[in-house]
């Protein structure tokens, strides 16, 4: 017999494979999966594009998102632009795409 788990874990936990911005990476596996270093990673968390959340030993974790997010960094930074301005390309692109999904919400709202 398999003893059942207990607590809130339990009801939706799969539900956090699905879940974009749920922080299921660690600095080092992030900075593999993105082939870069953890003091690039760290740059972006100074430059205020990514606030990691913190696993209660204090180790940054991060987000499927974020990772996206890093990733287009990277792209402009490997391109010639400067960090500062690559995080701002980005903050704005990321905003841009916000407003868009939410207009196309509505849209859809309002046919139904």
């Given at each position: 017999m398999i003893p059942e788990q207990e607590g809130p874990a339990t009801p939706g936990a799969a539900d956090k494979f699905d879940d974009e911005h749920y922080p299921g990476y660690t600095?080092?596996?992030?900075?593999?999966m993105l082939g870069t270093t953890q003091g690039f990673l760290?740059?972006?968390?100074e430059a205020g594009l990514i606030t990691p959340q913190r696993s209660p030993g204090g180790h940054r974790r991060y987000s499927r998102h974020q990772l996206r997010l890093a990733?287009?960094?990277?792209?402009?930074?490997?391109?010639g632009t400067a960090i500062d301005a690559a995080?701002?390309?980005v903050?704005?692109?990321?905003?841009?795409?916000?407003?868009?999904?939410?207009?196309?919400s509505r849209r859809l709202d309002t046919v139904d």
């Amino acid at each position: 017999m398999i003893p059942e788990q207990e607590g809130p874990a339990t009801p939706g936990a799969a539900d956090k494979f699905d879940d974009e911005h749920y922080p299921g990476y660690t600095m080092g596996r992030a900075a593999d999966m993105l082939g870069t270093t953890q003091g690039f990673l760290r740059s972006l968390d100074e430059a205020g594009l990514i606030t990691p959340q913190r696993s209660p030993g204090g180790h940054r974790r991060y987000s499927r998102h974020q990772l996206r997010l890093a990733a287009r960094v990277r792209e402009l930074v490997d391109q010639g632009t400067a960090i500062d301005a690559a995080c701002r390309i980005v903050t704005l692109e990321d905003q841009l795409h916000e407003a868009q999904r939410l207009n196309q919400s509505r849209r859809l709202d309002t046919v139904d």
